[in-house]
């Protein structure tokens, strides 16, 4: 048995790909969000930090950017919108809230938390709708 060493190639290559592809996406979970995404939609996001590569900086995000973070409140990452920024202590801090949700998270963002951004195109957020239920489902979620 002859081993194709190109072809071994090409589906390592593949796998890579579909690997970083999988770690740039991110189900919703609630409908926190709604109407800019609902659950069981897929977003489009960028990391804070994969495998050591910066694609943006914490410290750069606005008012008006979705942004995934460690909340202090919560034990998994929670999807939610800028909506204002304090300066405590010399630190910028940011104020996020839920979309759906009547007010702002409990407690201020630390840049640090801030784990990914929701990427946007032009001014809409990049969102593949519904084909994250099944990985709800397969988490009993």
């Given at each position: 048995?002859?081993?194709?060493?190109?072809?071994?190639?090409?589906?390592?290559?593949?796998?890579?790909?579909?690997?970083?592809?999988?770690?740039?996406?991110?189900v919703?979970?609630?409908?926190?969000?709604?109407?800019?995404?609902?659950?069981?939609?897929?977003?489009?996001?960028?990391?804070?930090?994969?495998?050591?590569?910066?694609?943006?900086?914490?410290?750069?995000?606005?008012?008006?950017?979705?942004?995934?973070?460690?909340?202090?409140?919560?034990?998994?990452?929670?999807?939610?919108?800028?909506?204002?920024?304090?300066?405590?202590?010399?630190?910028?801090?940011?104020?996020?809230k839920?979309?759906?949700?009547?007010?702002?998270?409990?407690?201020?963002?630390?840049?640090?938390?801030?784990?990914?951004?929701?990427?946007?195109?032009?001014?809409?957020?990049?969102?593949?709708?519904?084909?994250?239920?099944l990985?709800?489902?397969?988490?009993?979620?």
């Amino acid at each position: 048995m002859d081993i194709d060493y190109k072809e071994m190639a090409s589906y390592v290559i593949i796998l890579i790909i579909v690997l970083i592809a999988a770690q740039h996406l991110n189900v919703v979970v609630s409908g926190s969000m709604e109407p800019a995404f609902y659950r069981g939609d897929i977003v489009l996001v960028e990391k804070a930090d994969l495998f050591g590569i910066s694609e943006f900086n914490p410290e750069d995000v606005e008012v008006g950017d979705v942004v995934v973070y460690d909340a202090a409140w919560y034990d998994q990452p929670v999807i939610h919108r800028i909506i204002g920024t304090a300066d405590i202590n010399g630190t910028t801090m940011y104020v996020i809230k839920g979309d759906n949700n009547n007010s702002p998270d409990p407690y201020y963002v630390n840049p640090s938390q801030i784990k990914e951004k929701v990427v946007t195109f032009g001014d809409n957020l990049v969102v593949i709708p519904k084909i994250g239920y099944l990985s709800l489902w397969l988490r009993g979620l």
